[in-house]
């Protein structure tokens, strides 16, 4: 398995911006495809956004689609999500999570996962 940190999150006010970061390490990172996942206090953990080995391939959920932006840079063993206007209905710890397979947005396929990074949306 791959091993995963996240970082980037914090208190950010409505409408702002925040970029968080999964630093990778343990194995090749470009064999991974990876996603963002984030879970609300009292909710189930949900997709958030997912990319392929290369890079080329990017999904979004429905609710940040247009807002939020993943990438990765694989010489750098690191995946990105830029988040824009953010909304208190963002407010959640985000999860990084690396898979063997194709980029996907069921949990099942990802087998690695960071211990999350803290997003809360306040004025």
């Known amino acids: 398995q791959v091993q995963l940190v996240e970082s980037g999150g914090g208190l950010v006010q409505p409408g702002g911006s925040l970029r968080l970061s999964c630093a990778a390490s343990?194995?090749?990172?470009?064999?991974?495809?990876m996603a963002w996942f984030r879970q609300a206090p009292g909710k189930m953990r949900e997709f958030v956004a997912s990319?392929?080995?290369?890079?080329?391939?990017?999904y979004h959920a429905d609710s940040v689609r247009g807002r939020f932006f993943i990438s990765r840079d694989n010489a750098k063993n690191t995946m990105y999500l830029r988040m824009n206007n953010l909304t208190p209905e963002d407010t959640a710890l985000y999860y990084c999570?690396?898979?063997?397979?194709?980029?996907?947005?069921?949990?099942?396929?990802?087998?690695?996962w960071g211990q999350g990074t803290q997003v809360t949306v306040s004025s």
């Open positions: 999570a690396a898979g063997f397979g194709i980029a996907t947005m069921k949990q099942s396929g990802y087998d690695s």
């Open positions: 343990g194995r090749t990172f470009s064999d991974y495809a």
């Open positions: 990319i392929s080995r290369s890079g080329t391939t990017t």
